[in-house]
């Protein structure tokens, strides 16, 4: 399935340049979104926008297929995005600022939705875990009898863009998606949550022993 990672707004909010290429753990975030859909058997395309003249030079770099959108607005580059690549299947759509997104998430979206027989899905996150990091977005819904925030992966049908599509609200116990990054202080969370995580602290006598091996 086509995955449509959606890297063309300013995020003016962090104030650190073209938001999907601030660095986490050395990386840039958007490489750990795209790597977790390749490695989960998704093709990629970054769509970006004339707000991200850098982000679109580091994806040809990489050699990551690219789409560069008008930017007229979020719905409206993914729009235009699946019109222009003539793509009438489902396909992925996903922010770019979700470093702590896995090949494990992506599958297990993946098959809910197919479980589901619906055209359409949307991912959620219960709001206490949102709260705790900081809210992707004010907008709140019930889904499975519990308040959640919109985690930022969907997927659509590219045949019936532009008409109300049935979809399934999955929502994912996942401290990984409530993670918000507007904030140099979001930022500083993720980053130890995320490095720790590579590169855990070694216990107590580990050192020792490796040298009596």
């Not at 979809?167 to 993670?179: D, G, N, S, T, W």
């Given at each position: 399935m086509l995955a449509l990672i959606m890297a063309g707004g300013r995020g003016t909010r962090l104030g650190m340049g073209e938001k999907p290429l601030v660095t986490i753990c050395g990386r840039p975030m958007m490489a750990y979104v795209i790597d977790a859909f390749r490695t989960s058997g998704h093709e990629v395309v970054v769509v970006a926008s004339p707000r991200t003249p850098f982000t679109k030079n580091w994806c040809r770099a990489q050699g990551i297929a690219l789409y560069e959108a008008s930017g007229e607005g979020y719905v409206e580059d993914i729009t235009e995005a699946a019109a222009d690549l003539k793509q009438e299947h489902p396909f992925f759509t996903c922010v770019s600022?979700?470093?702590?997104?896995?090949?494990?998430?992506?599958r297990s979206v993946h098959a809910a939705y197919y479980a589901s027989g619906k055209p359409a899905c949307s991912t959620w996150v219960p709001r206490d875990l949102c709260v705790e990091h900081g809210c992707r977005t004010e907008y709140t819904d019930v889904v499975e009898g519990v308040a959640a925030c919109p985690a930022g992966i969907n997927i659509l049908r590219g045949d019936a863009l532009g008409?109300?599509?049935d979809e399934v609200k999955i929502l994912l116990h996942e401290r990984r998606l409530a993670f918000n990054i507007n904030t140099r202080e979001e930022l500083a969370q993720v980053q130890?949550?995320?490095?720790r995580e590579r590169h855990p602290p070694c216990r107590p006598g580990s050192q020792v022993s490796r040298r009596s091996r």
């Amino acid at each position: 399935m086509l995955a449509l990672i959606m890297a063309g707004g300013r995020g003016t909010r962090l104030g650190m340049g073209e938001k999907p290429l601030v660095t986490i753990c050395g990386r840039p975030m958007m490489a750990y979104v795209i790597d977790a859909f390749r490695t989960s058997g998704h093709e990629v395309v970054v769509v970006a926008s004339p707000r991200t003249p850098f982000t679109k030079n580091w994806c040809r770099a990489q050699g990551i297929a690219l789409y560069e959108a008008s930017g007229e607005g979020y719905v409206e580059d993914i729009t235009e995005a699946a019109a222009d690549l003539k793509q009438e299947h489902p396909f992925f759509t996903c922010v770019s600022d979700l470093p702590c997104l896995t090949p494990e998430i992506v599958r297990s979206v993946h098959a809910a939705y197919y479980a589901s027989g619906k055209p359409a899905c949307s991912t959620w996150v219960p709001r206490d875990l949102c709260v705790e990091h900081g809210c992707r977005t004010e907008y709140t819904d019930v889904v499975e009898g519990v308040a959640a925030c919109p985690a930022g992966i969907n997927i659509l049908r590219g045949d019936a863009l532009g008409e109300p599509q049935d979809e399934v609200k999955i929502l994912l116990h996942e401290r990984r998606l409530a993670f918000n990054i507007n904030t140099r202080e979001e930022l500083a969370q993720v980053q130890r949550y995320l490095c720790r995580e590579r590169h855990p602290p070694c216990r107590p006598g580990s050192q020792v022993s490796r040298r009596s091996r």
